[in-house]
């Protein structure tokens, strides 16, 4: 039961913490090979990677996206290698905000000191992709604040 109650005073407070500010937004465009930026996360500096080299990288661990808690890294896919070939240009953008999402909220629980919550991609995955739900029924209802 406490650990349901920490679980739901978490992702509150996630809804609340703008964890999506990030100032390089870009993709991949022609000339690009490289994109990075950082973050804080609960008072700790977090570098977002993605280049082609990372993409390779990941690949062959079958992941598009990491979370280094001791370098404080999160590397991620490049937008455009993200999904099949002939996925469309959203479609692999969407995914990569995705992806994003989800390794933010592995490094949010890691800095809260939920290190089990961290490393459960089961935790991780449900409050990554309920988020963005919870945050526009909020904005709608007027309770984001």
Do not use: W
Request: glycine residues 4%.
């Amino acid at each position: 039961m406490e650990e349901t109650r920490q679980i739901i005073q978490l992702f509150i407070v996630l809804l609340f913490i703008n964890i999506y500010n990030y100032s390089n937004k870009s993709f991949k465009m022609k000339g690009v090979t490289k994109m990075e930026t950082t973050i804080d996360i609960l008072g700790t500096v977090y570098r977002i990677e993605s280049s082609e080299e990372i993409s390779t990288d990941l690949a062959t661990k079958s992941l598009d996206g990491e979370t280094n808690f001791i370098d404080k890294v999160i590397k991620i896919k490049y937008p455009l290698d993200m999904l099949p070939g002939d996925d469309c240009t959203n479609h692999k953008h969407t995914y990569y905000n995705q992806v994003l999402r989800h390794e933010l909220v592995h490094a949010f629980f890691y800095e809260a000191g939920l290190t089990d919550y961290a490393y459960n991609e089961t935790i991780v995955e449900f409050i990554a992709s309920q988020f963005p739900k919870l945050s526009s029924l909020f904005k709608n209802e007027e309770v984001e604040k």
